[in-house]
């Protein structure tokens, strides 16, 4: 099991701010095409990963980091802090 | 050295005498300070800035280190504002001490630009005609690139 949270519309359009998934995914990349498959509102936010910027571990990352031994992945769009 | 994420308003004058308090062995001292604009276009009525919690505190303590690294820094001290902004409000400090002033002046400038992309906080923007999050810019993602280069002594 994962924790996956999620920020910003991320979190907005996907309706819940953290789940904890059942994946087999050894990629973020992998973990995001397994959560685009489930259902229309995931497949809608993760049409364009490119849109999006990852976290695992709360170290960024990208679609290739692997998380075979991550306890938590965080997908939210770019920061915008400062 | 020292980081904090609060949702209380940041007391900026103490907090910038705080860091320059009894070091006399500092000869330079730079702040910045970044506020909530309000665009007269777009009226905004507040600012909702969310962040990763755990996440921020380590990715500005990661890019203080950094600049303590780069530069001859004897201080450092920065505080991120996070909740429900109004106009005019304070949602950044960054405060730099070294013995000269051009550590103070390029490590500020640094933690700013490295702060604006590698810090876990998305801002959304609640006018009288609507709520919408901030995009990032594109002239940040190039400011925090120039760091990239090596750093000329």
């Known amino acids: 099991m994962i924790k996956v949270l999620y920020f910003a519309w991320v979190r907005e359009r996907i309706g819940i701010p953290v789940e904890e998934i059942e994946t087999c995914a050894r990629t973020v990349g992998e973990l995001i095409g397994e959560l685009a498959g489930r259902e229309e509102r995931y497949r809608l936010v993760f049409a364009d990963p490119s849109s999006l910027r990852v976290a695992v571990d709360q170290r960024i990352g990208d679609l290739d980091t692997p998380i075979a031994d991550a306890s938590e992945i965080a997908i939210f769009p770019p920061m915008t802090g400062g | ?153």
């Open chain 2, 1 to 153: 050295m020292s980081v904090t994420i609060t949702a209380d308003p940041i007391a900026t004058e103490a907090e910038i005498a705080a860091v320059s308090s009894g070091r006399t062995e500092a000869g330079a001292m730079v702040s910045f300070t970044g506020m909530v604009r309000n665009d007269p276009e777009c009226l905004l009525d507040s600012l909702e800035i969310e962040h990763y919690p755990g996440m921020t505190t380590t990715a500005i303590e990661d890019i203080e280190k950094t600049a303590h690294e780069r530069w001859p820094l004897i201080d450092s001290r920065i505080v991120h504002r996070y909740g429900i902004l109004r106009p005019g409000e304070t949602i950044v400090i960054v405060v730099t001490l070294s013995a000269h002033r051009r550590a103070s002046f390029e490590a500020a400038e640094f933690i700013m630009d490295y702060l604006k992309t590698r810090a876990p906080f998305w801002k959304k923007e609640h006018t009288a005609t609507g709520s919408n999050w901030v995009a990032s810019r594109t002239d940040d993602s190039r400011a925090e690139m120039r760091w990239s280069s090596p750093v000329a002594d």
